[in-house]
């Protein structure tokens, strides 16, 4: 899976730091959501375009 279809690095958005296409929410964000116990399912009906092919390209990029 390639990452960059969904996880989008811009200089100009959010400090530079990788975002999710289309969400305005950093990779980082997400990573501390899941850190702090919070479930897919609860991300996802917090940003309901999260959808699960998001999810994987999250984690292709932190691997």
Request: proline share 3%; glycine share 6%.
């Amino acid at each position: 899976m390639n990452y960059r279809n969904h996880i989008t690095i811009e200089a100009n958005k959010r400090g530079g730091k990788p975002c999710v296409r289309g969400l305005r929410i950093t990779v980082y964000e997400v990573l501390e959501y899941l850190a702090s116990e919070m479930t897919e399912a609860e991300i996802q009906g917090r940003f309901p375009r999260f959808d699960a092919r998001r999810f994987k390209s999250l984690y292709c990029l932190c691997c």
